[in-house]
């Protein structure tokens, strides 16, 4: 079946630093990813999404490129802010649509100033 | 944006009670909506998908007699513990499916953490 795995944390940075979180996925077909956010005390919001081999997803100054060769999807920042202390989940649907989402365990990521 | 309201955020109950968690759709209609379980550093794993005015659709190795899952409106779906053991303790969070303008988006609950003593 369908599975997502990514970096464990916490992930503690200096703000301004660059940060990777690593995501890897098995799934059959051509699955769509995505990475959700999950600020302290609210519910996951969509970061960033790619449907295709080689995409790449951006918002907020967060990257991902959809690497079907490697089957990664890494998230990636050039400089971070103590605003973006939160939980990151890498996600990935098989059907195309949102019947289901398979996650994976979340990273949590800590900038300090 | 379109919200997802979730209750309660946390909730603390005795062993053989039963808790029920509401998952509402603020501002659009939601004919879908899911509800998952994490365990800690654990993914969150589906549980079962609720269709309003439908039976829920449950994912293998899911009790739905444990789980009740009620999509009454398209506004509101419940689920409700049932005779909570410690084992339930978990943390349960819903998602609602919006497919209006702007093509089909997903958006979730801020959560439930139960603990059953």
């Known amino acids: 079946g369908d599975s997502v795995t990514q970096m464990e944390g916490p992930v503690t940075l200096s703000e301004e630093a660059f940060l990777t979180i690593n995501c890897t996925y098995t799934a059959t077909g051509y699955p769509s990813l995505f990475w959700y956010v999950q600020y302290p005390g609210e519910g996951l919001q969509l970061l960033l999404k790619a449907t295709k081999a080689d995409d790449k997803g951006s918002n907020k100054g967060f990257e991902a490129t959809y690497r079907k060769e490697t089957t990664s999807f890494h998230l990636e920042k050039g400089s971070v802010q103590v605003s973006d202390s939160a939980v990151y989940f890498c996600?990935?649907?098989?059907?195309?649509?949102?019947?289901?989402?398979?996650f994976g365990t979340g990273t949590k990521l800590q900038v300090i100033p | 944006g379109a919200v997802v309201s979730q209750h309660p955020s946390r909730v603390i109950c005795k062993s053989g009670t039963s808790v029920k968690i509401e998952c509402r759709s603020l501002?659009?209609?939601?004919?879908?909506m899911f509800w998952y379980r994490q365990f800690p550093k654990k993914s969150l794993m589906l549980m079962a998908t609720s269709n309003e005015g439908s039976k829920a659709t449950y994912e293998q190795g899911v009790e739905k007699d444990k789980f009740l899952i009620n999509h009454a409106s398209l506004t509101l779906s419940t689920l409700t513990v049932t005779s909570a053991h410690p084992e339930d303790s978990s943390f349960y969070i819903c998602s609602a499916r919006d497919t209006g303008d702007g093509g089909e988006k997903l958006f979730f609950g801020s959560g439930t953490q139960l603990s059953v003593l």
């Open positions: 501002d659009f209609q939601a004919t879908t």
């Open positions: 996600a990935l649907t098989s059907s195309g649509g949102y019947q289901k989402v398979t």
